[in-house]
């Protein structure tokens, strides 16, 4: 199973990215995808995941109404589409998938650099 995940860089405060996550290996029906983020020095967090399967999406409070997961079906692939960027937002991020929502343990992807300037 590989998880691709790319378009990470830098930003400005307020601005926007998208990244993307393809999967391969293996169907993902009945598992949760996702991505986590980790800053230097900090503890990895909880970002967003989405039902493979219904599109039933989480999010954490320091995203919500900021950050949009969704996911194209046919090209096996999530996105994550983060607006209103803060430097806080700063961090790798990691793209994820497994059977529980909020933990997304079972498969993990390389992580993607954001970097949010003020």
């Known amino acids: 199973v590989q998880l691709q995940a790319s378009g990470g860089g830098l930003v400005q405060a307020g601005g926007s990215l998208r990244l993307s996550c393809v999967a391969s290996?293996?169907?993902?029906?009945?598992?949760?995808m996702g991505w986590f983020r980790q800053a230097p020095g900090k503890e990895r967090e909880f970002v967003a995941s989405?039902?493979?399967?219904?599109?039933?999406?989480s999010y954490a409070d320091s995203v919500k109404g900021r950050f949009t997961i969704s996911r194209d079906y046919a090209k096996n692939t999530v996105y994550l589409q983060m607006n209103s960027l803060k430097p806080e937002d700063t961090a790798v991020y990691y793209c994820?998938?497994?059977?529980?929502?909020?933990?997304?343990?079972?498969?993990r992807g390389q992580g993607t650099l954001v970097t949010v300037s003020s």
């Open positions: 994820a998938a497994g059977i529980h929502r909020l933990s997304l343990d079972d498969y």
């Open positions: 290996g293996r169907t993902f029906s009945g598992y949760f």
């Open positions: 989405i039902m493979w399967s219904s599109a039933s999406t």
